[in-house]
């Protein structure tokens, strides 16, 4: 399962890109959503204007619990976590990871609105590459370290 996250708005952004963004749906800087790896290369059409990696089971539970919403903008809460069958947030972030349970089974809400990064991104800015020092692109497993200063 993969997390992107939009880095760069909307501005002279060529429309199939734009489009191919919406359909993440990341209509906003700093959204993340989670997508499978059938949606690969939706991201990649829009890999200069969002970063991306695989996101692991203990930072998915802190974003579950800190920036899932259900409809309404109601937090998610020991009563949903009970309703659905789970024990804690750790547990659904796992059937999550796994393909067990699907975000949208579970009606939560698919796009997590996340702070800008504290200390802020890398060095190279937000026009570069992740590979060169930027922040663009596929990151892998360093999306864990983005998204813990983002939470």
């Given at each position: 399962m993969f997390a992107v996250i939009r880095i760069r708005g909307s501005i002279k952004v060529q429309k199939k890109i734009n489009d191919a963004l919406e359909i993440i749906r990341?209509?906003?800087?700093?959204?993340m959503s989670l997508v499978d790896d059938k949606s690969r290369k939706m991201i990649e059409k829009g890999k200069d204007y969002v970063t991306f990696g695989?996101?692991?089971?203990?930072?998915l539970a802190k974003v579950l619990e800190k920036w899932g919403r259900l409809?309404?903008?109601k937090r998610?809460?020991?009563e949903f976590l009970k309703e659905k069958g789970f024990?804690?947030?750790a547990e659904m972030a796992k059937a999550i990871i796994e393909g067990k349970k699907k975000i949208k089974d579970?009606?939560?809400k698919p796009v997590f609105r996340l702070h800008p990064p504290r200390k802020g991104f890398e060095r190279k800015g937000i026009k570069k590459s992740y590979s060169i020092g930027g922040v663009l692109g596929y990151r892998g497993e360093e999306?864990?370290?983005?998204?813990?200063k983002m939470i």
């Open positions: 990341l209509h906003r800087v700093n959204h695989e996101i692991n089971e203990e930072v409809p309404g903008r998610l809460g020991t024990k804690d947030f579970l009606e939560i999306i864990n370290k983005l998204i813990l």
